[in-house]
T-cell receptor, first 109, second 116 residues
Framework: KQEVTQIPAALSVPEGENLVLNCSFT??????LQWFRQDPGKGLTSLLL?????REQTSGRLNASLDKSSGRSTLYIAASQPGDSATYLC????????FGAGTTVTVRA | NAGVTQTPKFQVLKTGQSMTLQCAQD?????MSWYRQDPGMGLRLIHY???????DQGEVPNGYNVSRSTTEDFPLRLLSAAPSQTSVYFC???????????????FGEGSRLTVL
């Protein structure tokens, strides 16, 4: 069974600092890995999807890397802003998506 | 651009009552799924479908029923509600490659259910 772990569970940084969020998964036979953002009381918003053949994906200030062999993905958010405060979840897709518990980020103004 | 629409957004039930959570998507996605999100448990897959007429169980299917008669709709039925089913329910959809969900997963806003 795929196990997905996100460390740390919570993170607080001052505005302008770069964010590094980690995701690890136990079974490397995945089709893709997806990063989501969830605001309190809201649904999940897709941020980046990395296919198994890719090493990274970028969208604006966001960059996600994927290392299947080591079972790791990292989400980088450059120059964080208070509006980046949210919970970030990763999900590994090996036919069924398995989600991590998320990292709750607070960006202090 | 409706995306994935869930109704109702909030619902309170008494133990033993039944109800249906509705989910509709307008992106012509073959893959649709239902998750529940509980504090400390993360998101868990209840049921999923890779096309009309095809459904399968996820991680926590007991107490829930689904059907998929059209590409657009994927309702989730609670047969006899229990307090353990108090949760936030999310519907999600994506495109598929063959019968495998390989696309970007899009979520609805959630349905918050309380069972007394």
């Amino acid at each position: 069974k795929q196990e997905v772990t996100q460390i740390p569970a919570a993170l607080s940084v001052p505005e302008g600092e770069n964010l590094v969020l980690n995701c690890s998964f136990t079974d490397s036979a995945i089709y893709n890995l997806q990063w989501f953002r969830q605001d309190p009381g809201k649904g999940l918003t897709s941020l980046l999807l990395i296919q198994s053949s890719q090493r990274e994906q970028t969208s604006g200030r966001l960059n996600a890397s994927l290392d299947k062999s080591s079972g790791r993905s990292t989400l980088y958010i450059a120059a964080s802003q208070p509006g980046d405060s949210a919970t970030y979840l990763c999900a590994a897709n090996d036919y069924k998506l398995s989600f991590g518990a998320g990292t709750t980020v607070t960006v202090r103004a | 651009n409706a995306g994935v629409t869930q109704t109702p957004k909030f619902q309170v039930l008494k133990t033993g009552q039944s109800m249906t959570l509705q989910c509709a998507q307008d992106m012509n996605h073959e893959y649709m799924s239902w998750y529940r999100q509980d504090p400390g448990m993360g998101l868990r897959l209840i049921h999923y479908s890779v096309g009309a007429g095809i459904t399968d169980q996820g991680e926590v299917p007991n107490g829930y029923n689904v059907s998929r008669s059209t590409t657009e709709d994927f309702p989730l039925r609670l047969l006899s509600a229990a307090p353990s089913q108090t949760s936030v329910y999310f519907c999600a959809s994506s495109y598929t490659t063959g019968a495998v969900n390989t696309g970007e997963l899009f979520f609805g806003e959630g349905s918050r259910l309380t069972v007394l």
